[in-house]
């Protein structure tokens, strides 16, 4: 069975540039999760899907930053424009359904942002 | 929110010998994972753990949720155990989201 897909692993941009990431989960996942990991830190939440619907999206960015999981399957995240402060690692993830029972949750590979 | 507190942060092993981490968290969980992040920046998942004690191979955790934390035991180490320990909680009233530990910084020289 296929893990969490993410692309593209590395991504260099000149800030106030866009950029883009998309996901693809573990198939079978309705919950889809973003975090942002930096240097020396553990990941930390950004967005959360059930199917089509962000239902947590209290710690993204909403002035720079947008996602959209069309489809209720495969996702993107936007920053527009990028800023010297968003290189860090995105990270996808994905879980069965975001209830208590089926919470367990599994990581793509991550794409490294650097903003120059 | 939720606390989480690692330790020890950083830890450095001769191969061959075993390890104890810890994870303390400050409130009721419904969901504790244990992920070990390699080199290359991959979560790898170690063991999902709410309660109880589980054991694969040369690993294992133990939770015990009254007291409110979690140990990861790694016996006879290896090189490829290198890498950072993650802890992560889930403290559910809806959240579902993992609060993550610090982590502990493994190495394992040979």
Known sequence: EAGVVQSPRYKIIEKKQPVAFWCNPISGHNTLYWYLQNLGQGPELLIRYENEEAVDDSQLPKDRFSAERLKGVDSTLKIQPAELGDSAVYLCASSLAGTTLDNEQFFGPGTRLTVL | ?110
């Open chain 2, 1 to 110: 929110g939720i606390q989480v507190e690692q330790s020890p942060p950083d830890l450095i092993l001769q191969e061959g010998a075993n390890s104890t981490l810890r994870c303390n968290f400050s409130d009721s969980v419904n969901n504790l994972q244990w992920f070990h992040q390699n080199p290359w920046g991959q979560l790898i998942n170690l063991f999902y753990i709410p309660s109880g004690t589980k054991q694969n191979g040369r690993l294992s955790a133990t939770t015990v949720a009254t007291e409110r934390y979690s140990l990861l035991y790694i016996s006879s180490s290896q090189t490829t155990d290198s890498g950072v320990y993650f802890c992560a909680v889930d403290s559910g009233a809806g959240s579902y989201q993992l609060t993550f530990g610090k982590g502990t910084k493994l190495s394992v020289i040979p």
